[in-house]
């Protein structure tokens, strides 16, 4: 083998491992599981509460089952959680333009950073993520 093949043979295998390590690094970095223990922000029971707070337009439930976290506590109160609840139902139904003027009108920004009170409000879709 001459000497150049073993250089780019040596190269080759090195960006092989980098490679290797720094797409394994992302595959790593959810600790949790599916079923909501070990960090995963996802519960299935609070989200079924969540489900049946929004379904029977019940404030005090969602409140309670918020905890004060969140922008989300700061803006919706008893007298918009209607609309919330509206919004909520727009966006599991895949009407995302319907539902972001609700959003829009709430206060709540657009849900990607740039709305009042960026980093600080709703991350993603789901409006009652628990590891706030």
């Given at each position: 083998?001459?000497?150049?093949?073993?250089?780019?043979?040596?190269?080759?295998?090195?960006?092989?491992?980098?490679?290797?390590?720094?797409?394994?690094?992302?595959?790593?970095?959810?600790?949790?599981?599916?079923?909501?223990?070990?960090?995963?922000?996802?519960?299935?029971?609070?989200?079924?509460?969540?489900?049946?707070?929004?379904?029977?337009?019940?404030?005090t439930a969602w409140k309670?089952?918020?905890?004060?976290?969140?922008?989300?506590?700061?803006?919706?109160?008893?007298?918009?959680?209607?609309?919330?609840?509206?919004?909520?139902?727009?966006?599991t139904e895949g009407k995302?333009?319907?539902?972001?003027?609700?959003?829009?009108?709430?206060?709540?920004?657009?849900?990607?950073?740039?709305?009042q009170g960026s980093g600080?409000?709703?991350?993603?879709?789901?409006?009652?993520?628990?590891?706030?």
């Amino acid at each position: 083998m001459q000497t150049i093949d073993k250089y780019l043979l040596a190269g080759a295998g090195i960006l092989g491992v980098m490679t290797l390590a720094i797409t394994s690094q992302s595959a790593l970095a959810f600790r949790g599981n599916a079923a909501g223990a070990n960090g995963s922000p996802f519960n299935p029971e609070r989200h079924a509460q969540m489900e049946q707070a929004f379904a029977s337009n019940d404030y005090t439930a969602w409140k309670n089952l918020m905890g004060g976290r969140g922008r989300v506590t700061e803006v919706v109160n008893q007298n918009n959680f209607s609309r919330f609840a509206e919004m909520h139902k727009l966006m599991t139904e895949g009407k995302t333009v319907e539902a972001q003027k609700i959003r829009a009108e709430l206060g709540l920004g657009n849900g990607n950073g740039r709305g009042q009170g960026s980093g600080r409000g709703m991350r993603g879709n789901c409006p009652y993520n628990q590891n706030r």
